[in-house]
């Protein structure tokens, strides 16, 4: 269908402190692509978030140039949410109105690390008339997201909160380790929310692992409930490098560094007082993942591999050492 005219990263708008928190922008459209393959794993439905009297349904992949949607990567979900264009389309339904904006249920976002470019996957809502003019129909699915139109991106505030205390979560393990005087080097973390860990390069003796694990778990909760607030920053190499290794030699900064005006900076998130690397998403402050009871949850050493479960508390508690 369209074909994208602008090669240009996609600019992220949740990678500053305040659009960490921003869950609705204004757009404009690089690129629209209409799925057709059916059988492809991007064309899965949500049934019952389309219209039963719509027409054929449309599966599309949007770029524009920016999002306050986080692409999935970097151990953290992808947002959800809804795209709307400011730009409207005729309707030949005359219980509807004659002219209509176009709506997509956004399911998956991407990234492509070479480019920055952000792919927006997800189905159409918006009712579109039966036609069975191919012409007029490869010219109605042009219509739906127009380059260089203007459209709002929302994102599912719900799920954004939900995967945002996860990965705040994750790093108040970080900071535990660090109280606990367990400064091993990250190598993985995981923050879905179907079990969520952090993995350290490393071991703990069997005989200590019952009490270390006591130990972190109090300090986790400690750091909860200081109710320590979140930072955000954008720094050059050098100073995330002095940020981020003072206390042990844990990051390589080559593998965060981002490429602006070809000055290679790093976004550093401070979690608990911890500085680390990151490009997800968090909550404002530890306080907030006093509620639903976020946790340490147990403790597993294996083949050089110290894996730190946590979670929620009423997902249950499964500790192991």
């Given amino acids: 269908m369209s074909t994208t005219t602008d090669e240009e990263a996609t600019e992220l708008i949740h990678l500053s402190y305040d659009g960490n928190f921003q869950l609705e922008t204004d757009a404009r459209v690089i690129l629209c692509k209409v799925i057709n393959d059916e059988s492809s794993t991007n064309n899965k439905i949500d049934e019952k978030n389309v219209e039963k009297d719509s027409g054929d349904v449309i599966r599309v992949e949007l770029q524009l140039d920016k ?10 979900p992808t947002d959800i949410g809804f795209i709307t264009s400011n730009h409207t389309i005729d309707s030949d339904d005359d219980n509807d109105n004659k002219h209509c904006a176009t709506v997509a249920k956004i399911d998956k976002v991407t990234i492509d690390r070479s480019t920055g470019i952000v792919t927006h996957s997800g189905t159409v809502l918006t009712k579109t008339a039966k036609n069975n003019n191919n012409d007029a129909a490869e010219a109605a699915f042009d219509d739906l997201f127009p380059p260089n139109s203007s459209v709002t991106v929302n994102v599912d505030a719900t799920n954004r909160t939900l995967l945002s205390e996860c990965h705040t979560a994750g790093h108040v393990v970080d900071a535990a380790m660090a109280k606990c005087n367990k400064l091993l080097p990250p190598t993985k973390g995981y923050h879905f929310l179907d079990g969520p860990y952090v993995e ?24 909860i409930n200081e109710d320590i607030d979140t930072q955000i920053q954008t720094l050059l190499v050098d100073e995330a490098e002095e940020w981020c290794n003072r206390l042990a030699k844990n990051f390589n900064m080559k593998d965060f560094t981002t490429s602006s005006d070809e000055i290679p900076t790093v976004r550093v998130v401070t979690v608990a007082g911890w500085n680390c690397p990151c490009g997800g998403t968090h909550v404002k ?19 050089g591999v110290v894996r730190v479960r946590y979670g929620m508390k009423d997902r249950g508690i499964e500790v192991c050492a």
């Fill in 67 to 76: 999002t306050s949607m986080h692409p999935q990567g970097g151990g953290q």
């Fill in 200 to 223: 350290y390069k490393g071991s703990i003796d069997i005989a200590d692992r019952t009490e270390f694990l006591s130990q972190l778990q109090e300090s986790y909760q400690q750091l």
């Fill in 285 to 303: 402050s530890t306080g907030l993942l006093k509620e639903r009871g976020w946790c340490v949850k147990g403790l597993k050493c294996k083949k």
